[in-house]
Nanobody
Framework: QVQLVESGGGLVQPGGSLRLSCTAY????????MEWYRQAPGKERELVAG???????NYADSVKGRFTISKENAKNTVYLQMDALKPEDTAVYYC???????????????WGQGTLVTVSS
């Protein structure tokens, strides 16, 4: 089994920065892709950023130039560096991973429990 553990959320003032981390633990052979989603109160969950095994990245238009996704393969960890935060970035941020396991079934999609980011003065 695989578990995603997120950390780094919290309260920050507008214009501030936070870095989220997400680590995959368990029967991980390799990771095809890891993504960050967010869900604000009363809104649907949306993709924020993603990174493939090859290192290709993609971002939502609303965060381009402010957020940076990166990964550390040896630690099965993905990061989301969030700069110039705005109140509208307030949401629960979820990590998602498309994983190849060492056990059957080989392919597995897994979500983290979510971490709350609040941007407010």
């Amino acid at each position: 089994q695989v578990q995603l553990v997120e950390s780094g959320g919290g309260l920050v003032q507008p214009g501030g920065s936070l870095r989220l981390s997400c680590t995959a633990y368990g029967t991980v052979l390799s990771i095809n892709e890891m993504e960050w989603y967010r869900q604000a109160p009363g809104k649907e969950r949306e993709l924020v950023a993603g990174i493939t095994s090859a290192g290709s990245t993609n971002y939502a238009d609303s965060v381009k130039g402010r957020f940076t996704i990166s990964k550390e393969n040896a630690k099965n960890t993905v990061y989301l560096q969030m700069d110039a935060l705005k109140p509208e970035d307030t949401a629960v941020y979820y990590c998602y991973a498309d994983i190849i396991q060492t056990i059957i079934p080989r392919s597995l999609e897994v979500w983290g429990q979510g971490t709350l980011v609040t941007v407010s003065s």
